[in-house]
């Protein structure tokens, strides 16, 4: 089945530095590339996604960029604020379908 | 945005037990998704249900089964409560329009004492 590998667990920056955070998945059929940011007792909320037929995504300070052939897509996040501390989370899609497997999560600490 | 409503938001139950919880959307979407999140991990996928059908499971025990009823309500019954079944469960529908975007309600919190 899907396996999603998510890296760094932490990962703490100064505010206005740029944080990534990667992911590999193993499923060459997944077409559907999600991330959620999910503040401390809240529910996991989209901040971007990516489609297999698409390279680069980008909203403002975030983007997401996905290489098909290696198998792995990357949060950028630029200018972060402290705000943006907080856990985020890739998916992949299980092959074509609605299904997401999620990665163990990066906690991301911006410091003031 | 999408309402999700789940219910309860906490409960303590011991072991051996059987629990329910309860999903609503505000937009009575025909496709509902539950999902398991234990402390400092992601979501694992349970299983997902298209017009109070089964569609796909995760790998979980038969004692997780689940319900979605005519108005597309949904329920997530366990039995046989385990320690290790103590985790923050997340139901969660399309966001609709096709892109593939799951709007997750604010989740149940169950622990199992």
């Known amino acids: ?112 | 945005e999408t309402g999700v409503t789940q219910s309860p938001t906490h409960l303590i139950k011991t072991r051996g037990q059987q629990v329910t919880l309860r999903c609503s959307s505000q937009s009575g979407h025909n496709t509902v998704s539950w999902y398991q999140q234990a402390l400092g991990q992601g979501p694992q996928f349970i299983f997902q249900y298209y017009r109070e059908e089964e569609n796909g499971r995760g790998n979980f025990p038969p004692r997780f089964s689940g319900l979605q009823f005519p108005n597309y309500s949904s329920e997530l019954n366990v039995n046989a409560l385990e320690l290790d079944d103590s985790a923050l469960y997340l139901c969660a529908t399309p966001a609709g329009g096709n892109t593939g975007e799951l709007f997750f309600g604010e989740g149940s919190r169950l622990t199992v004492l």
């Open chain 1, 1 to 112: 089945g899907e396996n999603v590998e998510q890296h760094p667990s932490t990962l703490s920056v100064q505010e206005g530095d740029s944080a990534v955070i990667k992911c590999t998945y193993s499923d060459s059929a997944s077409n559907y590339f999600p991330w959620y940011k999910q503040e401390l007792g809240k529910r996991p909320q989209l901040i971007i996604d990516i489609r297999s037929n698409v390279g680069e995504k980008k909203d403002q300070r975030i983007a997401v960029t996905l290489n098909k052939t290696a198998k792995h897509f990357s949060l950028h996040i630029t200018e972060t604020q402290p705000e943006d501390s907080a856990v985020y989370f890739c998916a992949a899609s299980l092959g074509g379908s609605e299904k997401l497997v999620f990665g163990k999560g990066t906690k991301l600490t911006v410091n003031p």
